[in-house]
T-cell receptor
Framework: SQTIHQWPATLVQPVGSPLSLECTVE??????LYWYRQAAGRGLQLLFY??????ISSEVPQNLSASRPQDRQFILSSKKLLLSDSGFYLC???????????FGDGTRLSIL | AQSVTQLGSHVSVSEGALVLLRCNYS??????LFWYVQYPNQGLQLLLK??????LVKGINGFEAEFKKSETSFHLTKPSAHMSDAAEYFC????????????FGGGTRLMVKP
């Protein structure tokens, strides 16, 4: 069966520091991969998605970037964090159209 | 472009009462529809999905939803609420395009009173 792993579960970072969040999927090949952010008390905002290795689409201009160095690995990065980057970050995967997206357990990011 | 509207950002019911969470969508193509549940500090968990076929869809934890094309709705129901149902619920529609993107509603927080 397929599983998705996200780490770390929580992270506290100072303003201006770099960021790297990692997501890996097991048990499937060539998944679509997604990064979402949830600000406190708000809905889901799609940040990036990827349909294959090295293929990244950005949905919202921001201080973040994403990379997909391997088929089942998706990384969210920032060179310098802003206070507004605080939130709950979720990674997800899916296969073909019509199939649901499956979510990881999320990373709670707090910026001080 | 798709859109999803969830009426009521907060819904409160008594334990044992009917749960009804409303979802209306707009889509230029026949929709694929999903309901997810999110417990505090966790990811989203799929409750149920509609793609084709029977319009009444049964999911996990006793939830079900009915696709009504004429009303562009996909409301989520459960006959009897449990305390453990207290969570955030999200309705989503697929754009059927490459990448299998989902458009999510704003979410409804369900509170269950003892």
């Amino acid at each position: 069966s397929q599983t998705i792993h996200q780490w770390p579960a929580t992270l506290v970072q100072p303003v201006g520091s770099p960021l790297s969040l990692e997501c890996t999927v097991e048990g499937t090949s060539n998944p679509n991969l997604y990064w979402y952010r949830q600000a406190a008390g708000r809905g889901l905002q799609l940040l990036f998605y990827s349909v294959g290795i090295g293929q990244i689409s950005s949905e919202v201009p921001q201080n973040l970037s994403a990379s997909r160095p391997q088929d089942r690995q998706f990384i969210l990065s920032s060179k310098k964090l802003l206070l507004s980057d605080s939130g709950f970050y979720l990674c997800a995967w899916s296969l073909e159209v019509g199939q649901p997206q499956h979510f990881g357990d999320g990373t709670r990011l707090s910026i001080l | 472009a798709q859109s999803v509207t969830q009426l009521g950002s907060h819904v409160s019911v008594s334990e044992g009462a009917l749960v009804l969470l409303r979802c209306n969508y707009s889509s230029s193509v026949p929709p694929y529809l999903f309901w997810y549940v999110q417990y505090p500090n966790q990811g989203l968990q799929l409750l149920l999905k509609y793609t084709t076929g029977a319009t009444l869809v049964k999911g996990i934890n006793g939830f079900e939803a009915e696709f009504k094309k004429s009303e562009t709705s996909f409301h989520l129901t459960k006959p009897s609420a449990h305390m453990s149902d207290a969570a955030e619920y999200f309705c989503a529609v697929s754009d059927r395009g490459a990448g299998n993107m989902l458009t999510f509603g704003g979410g409804t927080r369900l509170m269950v009173k003892p």
